[in-house]
């Protein structure tokens, strides 16, 4: 996969407050990056300087190896992006506004519009007027729309804002159908955990201007190093947690009706082994997958004691 998008060392200054601080990451061709943050953490002023909707303070920025400051011209040449709501002529059919656009940019011939309009599922409704749109349509009217000349990175500021859950499946599809088919790199900012769970491959978490921590969604379980968190369920939990901690050293938590810790894969056979060999039944061994809202938690409420201390 190559980079698309780097940020090194990115700022922010408004007034005096320093509003993006030392932003540092990349965005590859092919994943879907997630953008997560509370409202206010500054996610959207960081869309506005990749897409030069506003300068930048310090730092820089490249997409596709061309930084913003020194050419923005041509690197804006590979960027698509809806920031906010997409905003359409709603008295025009979803075909006649894909043409007004088609008009602005050169190279957009109408084969291509036939492309994208099959490509984000508006074949059958792209005839009629936008003002009968579902917004879900229109977030995909939307796409269309930033997909026409074509982009190696698609933006999307809170894109499924206002959706009901039938809206906000339609937009994970077309987004993970974008990346397999067209190669593109796809950033989407949110506030919203359970929808970065399922949409996105990687994770920025961003917090009072600050980058905390890049994670991946669904680690590798091919990483030997990689712990998975585990629950074990046995008859006699003192004896469970005895034994446990006597055949290694971890961290291990007392639960209802026995532990859980963290262990590597390779570790697991081996710690079953020990404790029915010192007679601990065991019921149940079971990967409890921590979710996006936890781990974002942890890593903001770490944070957070670190500065304190």
Known sequence: MGTLLQLQNVSKVIKGKKIIDGLSFDVN??????????????????????VGHMNISEGDILISGVNVKDNFAKAAQYIGAIIENPEMYKFLTGYQNLMQYARMT?????????????????????????????????QRLGLAQALLHDPKLLILDEPTNGLDPAGIREIRHYLRKLTTEKDLAVIVSSHLLAEMELMCDRFAIIQNGKLRDIQNVHESVDNKEYKDHYFFHANDVEALFRHTSDFGDWQIEKVENGIELNL???????????????GVRLFEVKIITKSLEDRFLEITENKEETQLA
């Open 29 to 50: 061709s092919g994943e879907i990056f997630g953008f997560l943050g509370p409202n206010g953490a500054g996610k959207t002023t960081t869309i506005r300087m990749i």
């Open 106 to 138: 050169k190279g957009i011939t109408k084969s291509k519009i036939d492309e994208i309009v099959e490509l984000v599922g508006l074949k059958n409704r792209i005839h009629d007027k936008v003002k009968t749109y579902s917004l879900g349509m229109r």
């Open 264 to 278: 590597k894969k390779d570790e697991v056979p081996d710690l079953i082994k020990h404790l029915t060999d010192n």
